[in-house]
């Protein structure tokens, strides 16, 4: 402004010579007249350049102030989570929910697959020992029945009465089980066969008439064919039960194996579950991940404050 004040005054002081007429001196003033705008334009680009800087860098500070503000709280939001995570109060993946869903199920299948075979043990052992029984009672009352004809011939007549009165004290522990072996032959043998039978093997004998009995007829060879008949019923049953408890004992045994199986394939499974869970190796490397992650933003989050700090101090 003060430049432009100094040059219109000397074109005032030319004019005033009277240097009107003269074109040169008139050209010298267009010429200072067009410098003074040109330099009053410039300085209001200068001024206004300026004020679109002062403006620009007030924005930038602005700006920065409020990445760091961010920043800041978002560094402290990393540094909790850090400690949460090495805390093990975060956890990044379901494995531990699926794990422990896992042992679980694997507990409720052996649990209950070790009620079934035990079930099943008790059950046969049941079984066994009632088919045990009655192998020993159809044994006791066989060789009852061979003891009472061992010693007669084809056509000669049972001595019943001496065999059963002799060996009745001998079979008295044995009571039970001649009992049980008249009980099964009851449903073998027909309504006769099984009176004869219970009559033989608990000493329950009708007194001979030995002059009448030993009289060569053909009821001596009835009543020792019924003798053999009802011994041959007898080992069919002892057969069928000596059978039986061989293929119960088989299956037992197969099912017992099945289950030792199974029972050692879920408890490698258990196991496996149970040490995953402890080693947690795809949570433990999701946190690791994340946490270098979190380091690595904080640290670059801190470099981005400090120096945006500076410039915004400059």
């Given at each position: 402004m003060a430049r432009s004040f100094?040059?219109?005054g000397l074109a005032f002081l030319l004019l005033s010579l009277g240097a009107v007429a003269m074109s040169p001196v008139t050209r010298v003033v267009e010429l200072l007249e067009g410098l003074s705008k040109q330099i009053d334009t410039e300085a209001k680009a200068e001024e206004d350049l300026y004020e679109t800087f002062v403006c620009w860098a007030k924005s930038i500070i602005g700006q920065k102030t409020r990445s760091n503000a961010a920043a800041t709280a978002r560094i402290e939001e990393l540094e909790t989570y850090i400690k949460d995570l090495e805390a093990g109060r975060i956890e990044l993946t379901t494995?531990?929910?699926?794990?422990?869903?896992?042992?679980e199920?694997?507990?409720g299948e052996?649990?209950?697959a070790t009620q079934l075979r035990d079930k099943e043990a008790e059950d046969f052992e049941t079984a066994r020992d009632e088919m045990q029984k009655a192998i020993d009672a159809l044994t006791e009352a066989i060789e009852v029945l061979k003891a009472a004809t061992a010693d007669h011939k084809k056509g000669v007549l049972l001595a019943l009465r001496g065999k059963t009165a002799v060996g009745a004290a001998a079979r008295a522990q044995e009571a039970t089980k001649l009992h049980l072996a008249v009980s099964l032959g009851e449903r073998m043998l027909t309504r006769g066969d099984a009176v004869f039978l219970e009559r033989l093997l608990t000493g329950e004998v009708p007194t001979a008439d030995w002059k009448k009995l030993n009289r060569k007829a053909t009821f001596k060879m009835s009543y020792k064919a019924r003798s053999e008949k009802i011994e041959g019923a007898l080992q069919k049953m002892l057969d069928t039960f000596k059978s039986n408890l061989k293929e119960a004992t088989e299956k037992e045994e197969e099912a017992q194996a099945l289950y030792d199986k199974l029972n050692e394939a879920k408890g490698d499974e258990?196991?496996?579950a149970e040490d995953a869970l402890t080693k947690m190796e795809k949570e433990t490397g999701a946190r690791g991940l994340s946490r270098e992650q979190s380091v690595t933003e904080v640290e670059e989050l801190k470099t981005q404050v400090a120096d945006d700090t500076k410039y915004i101090e400059q």
């Open positions: 100094r040059l219109g494995e531990r929910v699926d794990l422990e869903k896992e042992i199920t694997l507990k052996l649990e209950v258990l196991q496996t």
